[in-house]
């Protein structure tokens, strides 16, 4: 069976590979962020407050973190191409059943057993980049094949919030399994066969716990994830509460962090190989905590308030790649175990910001999401220069 050291890649097959990936990851991308931008229209049409809709986001969050090195230890022995085609049919039958929900607790089942695949394919594309790329392209193609979820802020996230005000949220759902189709075919024609990584033992588990520089690594991810997803997971109705200007400005907003995440994510991958990912997390933190500080000061004035957003995207999507690349670079012999931790932290870190933004904006007012989110993440720069150290 392939492996590191017997898969040789032409230029043409490594580009077919990267666009797969970032495809797929578009996919995953767009479907993880479909749930803030549609939590106004599921609240409204299934008759519950906007803080029992966020349950969507923060459930399904946390199985997927746990589901994440679950996945990775349990399918370590499938070939490459039969996991990251299949992660992406979960993606289609997952979303189907979560059309017909007939109620929140039947949506929340659905989209967690669909967000599986996101559990799976993220972490295990960049493993797979790991496994066929040569060191000095390695962390150039994660970081590429990241872009994807930069594009589904740009696109998918605003497609989908805009889709689900003027079609109804189920079938923005329908219309988005239709998408994911071609998606896996895509995946599935252009992986090598029966290409499988290394297997994760319990043995690999504990090198990785006890590795004091991924240790700190994944701690950064899990905190600026909870800031990012304190404000993120509540945006529509903070637009509606404090901007105005109902779906259309919810669609330009997201399409606001989408363009600049797509910015920033370019530039970290054209950078990365000089300055490293090290360098890229600092720019990328600083960017969103002076993005998320300032939307607090915006006082409705939209033209302030876009420009806020659009400095927080900045750093939104590079500071992941940048971890995923971080974290081959410090260990690249744990990387399967490492980054399959990294989506686990990304996304407790979204179950704890949307909990947090609920206690936040229940209790105090959804003023003080900003602020709290961007604490946040000005903590998970301190602790980002702590690790370097390591």
Known sequence: MPDASSVSLSANRERALISAFLFGNFLIG??????????????????????????????????????????????????????????????????LLAAAAPNLAWLIAARTFALFGAAIFTPQAAATISLLFVLERRAAAI???????????????PLGAWLGAHIGWRWTLVLFAVVCVPGALWVARVVPKDLQGEPLSREIWTAVLRHPALL?????????????????SFIAPY??????????????????????????????????????????????????????LAITFTQGIVWAFLLACFIWGLGTFSSNSSQQARLAGAAPALASASIALNSTMMYAGQAIGATLGAIVSARVGIYWLSVAGAALVLFSLALSIRAERK
């Open 30 to 95: 767009t479907a993880v962020m479909l749930g803030p931008g549609l939590l106004l229209v599921i609240a409204n049409d299934l008759s519950v407050s906007v803080q029992q809709a966020s349950l969507l986001i923060s459930v399904s969050a946390v199985a997927i973190g746990i589901g994440a090195p679950v996945f990775a230890t349990l399918t370590s022995r499938i070939d490459r191409r039969t996991l990251l085609a299949g992660s992406l049919g979960l993606y289609v039958v997952g979303h």
């Open 143 to 157: 970081t590429a094949i990241f872009l994807g979820w930069s594009i589904a802020s740009v696109v998918g996230a």
């Open 216 to 232: 700190a690594i994944l701690l950064v991810t899990v905190t600026y994830s909870s800031g990012q997803f304190t404000v993120f």
């Open 239 to 292: 637009v509606q509460e404090r901007v105005g200007g109902g779906a259309a400005m919810l669609t330009l907003t997201l399409l606001a962090v989408g363009v600049s995440g797509v910015i920033g994510n370019v530039w970290a991958s054209r950078r990365i190989a000089k300055s490293g990912a090290g360098s890229n997390l600092r720019f990328a933190l600083t960017f969103m905590s002076i993005g998320m």
